[in-house]
């Protein structure tokens, strides 16, 4: 009975529509249920084939649109319109093929989309139209039809088919009667297995609680630690420092004004080292003035440091063209400078009596 009502719609609705189908690359399904609509040079058809159906199998979905030459189409994804609809979670929808901006015999434009169609359940679906709007390049008169609406030129317009309603049929091994339904025989129920002990989580618990308290102790006694900072004296700092500048020949390979950069550097590290003064920091003005009062220098801020320090800035600031010799000077300079203010070592009393003198 429900498969005679459903035939019987569908036949009614079969051939629906307003106006004519397409007159150009129009094709034919079997079964189908079609709806047209048109609207000045453009001209819809929507077609889904076949409208009754099982819902295991795969419906198509046909959607054709025609227009002037000078006319820009643009369509609708069906798919979206599907997702959008109140079967969104019965069926879905995905393209398989389209045809866009084929030219007719007749000198018009064809486009053309194909979907198909899944149904996960029986029943009656109400399937939305297609959609497609239009914008057309130049005003162009109709005389063929009188019921088509005359569109302006540069205005998008949007044109739109009626739904269809496809029966998806249950299939013989998906219904069942009343008798086959009360032949099922039921299962007796599954006998569960003895309820596992409670304590058998404690394991796992006391495992997680006992390495939880061997990490904190371990980080504990590591931060206990006192950290070991091995301190490099001032003379050996600088001894290296020299010793990877003199190995790099910048002012052999021509970066002069690199050179005296660094050698600058070095020696007011060494000086931060060695007398905890902030050298690096201070201008060569602001030095020789603090060193000027600072009897830990023992005058040789007024000397050695001045003409050092100035000879370094006249390369550095004022561009001033140093040659080779005049690096060697200055790198002589500063192992001097170096070698005649590192911090010696106390003799230890006995030992001759002495010390091994020198600044510090």
Request: hydrophobic share 40%.
């Amino acid at each position: 009975m429900f498969c005679a009502v459903g035939a019987l719609v569908i036949s009614q609705l079969g051939g629906c529509g307003e106006t004519p189908p397409p007159t150009g690359a129009g094709e034919e399904l079997p079964r189908a249920l079609v709806r047209t609509a048109a609207s000045g040079t453009v001209t819809l058809r929507f077609t889904v084939a076949p409208g009754d159906l099982s819902y295991q199998e795969k419906a198509t979905v046909l959607v054709e649109v025609e227009a002037e030459a000078g006319t820009t189409v643009t369509v609708d994804n069906y798919s979206d319109a599907i997702r959008r609809s109140d079967h969104q979670f019965e069926l879905s929808a995905r393209e398989i093929g389209r045809k866009e901006a084929i030219l007719q015999a007749d000198g018009r434009l064809s486009w053309s989309y194909r979907y198909e169609l899944s149904f996960v359940l029986p029943g009656e679906y109400e399937l939305p139209g297609a959609t497609v709007s239009s914008l057309l390049a130049s005003a162009s008169a109709d005389s063929e039809s009188e019921t088509r609406t005359v569109v302006p030129a540069g205005e998008v317009t949007s044109l739109s088919t009626e739904g269809v309603t496809v029966i998806a049929e249950a299939t013989e091994s998906a219904a069942m009667t009343a008798e086959q339904l009360a032949e099922i025989e039921v299962l007796p129920p599954v006998e569960m297995k003895e309820e596992v002990s409670a304590w058998i989580w404690v394991l796992p618990l006391l495992a997680i609680v006992l390495i939880g308290l061997v990490v904190f102790f371990l980080r504990r006694r590591r931060r206990s630690r006192p950290e070991v900072v091995i301190v490099i004296p001032a003379h050996e700092w600088a001894d290296q420092a020299l010793a990877q500048l003199v190995a790099e020949e910048l002012a052999k390979r021509g970066l002069i004004q690199e050179f005296h950069y660094r050698i600058s550097d070095i020696l007011r590290g060494y000086i931060e080292r060695r007398y905890a003064v902030l050298a690096r920091e201070m201008t060569t003005e602001e030095f020789l003035a603090a060193a000027t009062h600072d009897a830990r220098f023992d005058g040789s801020a007024n000397g050695e440091l001045d003409q050092f320090l100035r000879a370094c800035d006249l390369v550095k600031y004022a561009k001033h063209q140093a040659t080779v010799a005049d690096g060697e000077a200055l790198l002589k300079t500063t192992r001097a400078y170096v070698a005649r203010t590192r911090e010696r070592l106390v003799a230890i009393a006995g030992d001759n009596g002495s010390d091994e003198g020198g600044t510090g």
